[in-house]
């Protein structure tokens, strides 16, 4: 069995002229926490909506969970937790109301519904807000919620784009322990965040830039090879000189 939960070789995708993300190689062992790190723009999303199954790649190859990112999208989707930026709840349902509802698209029988709600309820605080409007609930409680919704049928993996944009810190600092429990479990999380105090608990970084990977290891790694403080100023150091070198790039032709 792989070790590994995702793969991609040279992972490309086009949008006409524009290469959103160019020829992408990494590997996110099982059980990590992967940080997928860059400006806005440089490709994040575009990589994990072909991870996720919902955009078929240009070119290059890859595996979620062991399946085939170009001809096993379906099976991918329904093995993985997925949480957008902009998740999706119904504002006018109660807590309890969006779990059913997505415990009915992830075709959960009567019992395991049962169960899993009151796992999930208790692993996001939620217990006493069942009958509360989603709509009504502050960005932390909303982002909590959309996080079981996407746990419901218990993915392997789950990947989260943005999961904390926007919200407080006290409720970003709760997220992420949750998160942390998660991978405790065996989960893994691919995430991608702009917040550095987040991603330097993650286990592994990727930076990506105009759709080239530009480094990756562990954040003590990344600060060591970069000679860095910490990881924002690695963060900046990748932008300026991948820059710099455009732009050497641009004046030499
Ligand atoms: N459907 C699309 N059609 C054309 N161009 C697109 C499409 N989706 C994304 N792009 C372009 O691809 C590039 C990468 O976008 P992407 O959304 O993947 O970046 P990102 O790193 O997730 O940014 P952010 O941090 O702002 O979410 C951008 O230049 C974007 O404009």
Not at 31 to 44: A, D, E, M, Q, V
Not at 222 to 241: H, K, P
Request: one cysteine or more.
């Amino acid at each position: 069995m792989s070790a590994a939960a995702i793969t991609c070789q040279q992972l490309t995708k086009r949008f006409g002229e524009r290469v959103a993300v160019n020829s992408l190689t990494l590997t996110v062992p099982k059980g990590s926490i992967y940080g997928f790190l860059g400006p806005n723009g440089s490709g994040k999303s575009t990589t994990i909506r072909m991870l996720c199954g919902l955009m078929t790649p240009t070119t290059g190859s890859g595996t979620v969970l062991g399946y085939d990112v170009m001809t096993q999208s379906e099976e991918i989707k329904q093995r993985i937790g997925y949480m957008s930026q902009k998740f999706s709840l119904y504002e006018d349902l109660t807590v309890e109301e969006n779990l059913d509802f997505y415990a009915g698209v992830y075709q959960l029988g009567a019992a395991e519904r049962r169960k899993r709600k009151a796992e999930l309820i208790e692993m996001a605080g939620l217990a006493g807000r069942e009958k509360q409007l989603a709509g009504s609930l502050s960005g932390g409680w909303k982002q909590r919620l959309a996080l079981s919704c996407a746990l419901l049928h218990k993915p392997e993996l789950l990947i989260l784009d943005e999961p904390t944009a926007g919200v407080d810190p006290v409720s970003r600092r709760i997220f992420w322990e949750v998160i942390h429990e998660l991978a405790e479990q065996g989960i893994t999380v691919l995430v991608t965040t702009h917040y550095m105090d987040e991603a330097q608990t993650c286990d592994w970084i990727g930076f990506i830039f105009f759709g080239n990977l530009l480094a990756e290891g562990t954040p003590q790694e990344l600060i060591g090879q970069m000679g860095a403080n910490n990881l924002e100023d690695v963060f900046i150091e990748l932008v300026r000189r991948e820059e710099a070198r455009q732009a050497a790039e641009g004046g030499a032709r």
